[in-house]
Nanobody, 119 residues
Framework: QVHVVESGGGLVQAGGSLTLSCAAS??????????VGWYRQAPGKQRELVAV???????TYGDSVKGRSTIYRDIDRHTVNLQMNSLKPEDTAVYYC???????????WGQGTQVTVSA
């Protein structure tokens, strides 16, 4: 089994920053070529893409966070992190990590971490 765990969420004031971290445990850890995506879901809304890093470490961002967020690998810690700056109240959501191991069709989701941005 593979367990994906998100961490780093919390309460922050508008204009502040947070760094979320995604790690895996169990049968595997996050490796360099694994595809990892961050998504978020606010109450009453559909889950949306925040950012994804490909097997070649190219990055893609959702329009709502473009220019304010950076997704990157921490090779030493086997995590994929999402740094978010200039946070807005509309960034309030549960943030989920999705792991797609390299050269497989499998994908694993974490339980999510709550981010709340106060005005």
């Amino acid at each position: 089994q593979v367990h994906v765990v998100e961490s780093g969420g919390g309460l922050v004031q508008a204009g502040g920053s947070l760094t979320l971290s995604c790690a895996a445990s169990g049968d595997r850890i996050i490796g360099g070529p694994d595809v990892v995506g961050w998504y978020r879901q606010a109450p009453g809304k559909q889950r949306e893409l925040v950012a994804v890093i490909s097997d070649r470490s190219t990055t893609t961002y959702g329009d709502s966070v473009k220019g304010r967020s950076t997704i990157y690998r921490d090779i030493d810690r086997h995590t994929v992190n999402l740094q978010m700056n200039s946070l807005k109240p509309e960034d309030t959501a549960v943030y989920y990590c999705e792991l797609k191991p390299f050269l497989t069709t499998q994908h694993y989701w974490g339980q999510g971490t709550q981010v709340t941005v106060s005005a």
